[in-house]
């Protein structure tokens, strides 16, 4: 996450300087820019958020257990180092690559020699009725936000009506990744928590959390030995697995699936994929990979392109076995680095190379003191040993030592006991962008 010695650059030798433009401000933009401050290129770096997010994380802040302040970091900070980089808060509506500028939603255009696209993806409501309307989402810490409002207000009506009459708190929790199942284990313990802490009479009786997901089991990129125990601690939580079911609608406040089953649902969270439709990369000239992202060379040009590259999940970059890297944070770090290592080789006139994942391991965290972790030579470490693994990557990535210190204190804290989290509900989350 180094940076190179601070160098200093006088104005005329910025404007003198090759022009490269990161639209992004995720891992793999944050990465492409480190690996280009203090470098003989002038970088900017635009967003239409002015601050950087730790997305694996945004579950905790969707069931208040942790802030929104500790997983966000201002991008003008973190490179405030480099003088030969610059932050732009902007939205590109569009790129034209024929006059080598992208044009911003103020109608501002910015030129670039080389142009890097880390936009990221959304959710993949996979075109099923209602899912986009009535379901919601978790990847971006507006939805977190919204969740969290979503979640607690439910609970908190819940124990209103609990004087006259039980009320049933459903959560569906349609997704059997990662995100689904710590959300899912997350959602449990803000439960108990509520309960216990906060002194809400809630029937636990009538309160069920069900994770559901077409795939024939949990975590399907882990070995199946990881994946019965994801099952087995979500089960000692409450949380009702069912794999082998296939959502055909979502309705206001219910879930229809594929057997005909319709079940009354409360919320119904969306954790069951992403994809690059609707972001700037799917709009990019030349062809797509899948999940409509843009499809890129080996050294992550865009195929057909001498100048605009695509990294992180934003790009279909293809690996050795003819097939392509999974939308991971270490991979769109590691495929920023290498972005930024090719355009300096391009513009010295060397060739470039082709990009090679470093399989570090993946990681899921279950509950309190329960995670897997698949280590990259194919080891399996769970329990406390891997919620433990899981703590210390995820501080290790974290932007910004006020955050690391937070969050480690808070999960410290978690650890021994069960604080009084920040369960607010704040009114302006509505209608945050």
Known sequence: MATSPRVEFSAQELAALPHVVVVGGGFAGLATARKLANKPVRVTVIDRHNFHTFLPLLYQVATAGLEPADVAYPIRTIFGHATNIRVRHARVTRVDQERNVVVLDDGGEIAYDHLVVATGATASFFEIPGAADYSMPLYSLADARRLRNRLLRAIEEADVAESSSPVALHFVVVGGGPTGVETAGALSELIAIAIKRDGLRLDTSQVRIRLVDLAPRLLTAFPESASRYAEKELEKLGVVVECGRSVVEVEERAIRFADGERIEATVVIWAAGITARGTLAHDL???????????????????????????????????????????????????????????????????????????????????RRAAVAKLAHGGVIRGSAGWFAWLALHLWYLVGFRNRLRVMINWTWRYFDWPSGPRLIVADAETAE
């Open 285 to 367: 000239e030349g062809p797509r990979g899948p999940g409509a992202r843009a499809l890129v060379g080996p050294d992550l040009r865009l195929v057909e392109s001498a100048n605009v590259w695509s990294v992180g999940d934003a790009a279909a970059m293809p690996d050795a076995q003819r097939s392509f890297y999974p939308q991971l944070a270490p991979v769109a770090i590691q495929s920023g680095a290498h972005c930024a290592t090719q355009i300096l080789r391009v513009l010295s006139g060397e060739a470039t190379t082709a990009f090679h994942y470093r399989d570090k391991g993946i990681m899921a965290t279950i509950g």
